[in-house]
């Protein structure tokens, strides 16, 4: 299940551009970033490896990383924020929260949150959850305004 997790984050950081050329470039150049090189940050619900974060090409704002959650926790409340998102559950299981209704979560699952539309996931399982996310702004699209 690892080498699965391993191979998900690869190909994520595949699609993501250098984070070491972050402070220097919006139009990053091609790169692999293995777990390793990740930053990684420990909290009290699990692990957060951030693969990249800033400006590609045509995205800001952008966030492609792998978080862990401990069994019975969740990294925060659903939420809300102006960037789309995708994530993609690659071990345990959970409950997806998406715009008021709770889904389970399994392995090989993709979220998709909107700008605005209130999501988030649930370890409910009795093992750490996987999953890969992706957050961004496209560079030249205007964004929707906050709902009130």
Do not use: C
Not at 25 to 47: K, M, N, P, V
């Amino acid at each position: 299940m690892m080498l699965a997790v391993f191979f998900v984050v690869a190909v994520a950081a595949a699609f993501s551009a250098g984070r070491h050329m972050a402070s220097t470039s919006s139009d990053q150049e091609s790169a692999i970033i293995s777990r390793e090189d990740a930053t990684r940050e420990d909290f009290e619900w699990g692990s957060l490896y951030t693969f990249f974060s800033g400006e590609t090409f045509g995205t800001k704002d952008g966030l492609k990383a792998a978080a862990t959650i401990k069994a019975g926790m969740q990294i925060h409340p659903p939420h809300i924020h102006e960037e789309e998102e995708f994530m993609v559950v690659v071990s345990g299981e959970g409950t997806w929260h998406l715009k008021g209704e709770e889904v389970p979560a399994r392995v090989g699952d993709v979220l998709y949150a909107a700008p605005w539309d209130i999501h988030g996931i649930t370890n409910t399982g009795p093992v750490p959850l996987t999953f890969i996310v992706w957050k961004w702004n496209s560079k030249g699209v205007e964004l929707p305004p906050q709902p009130e």
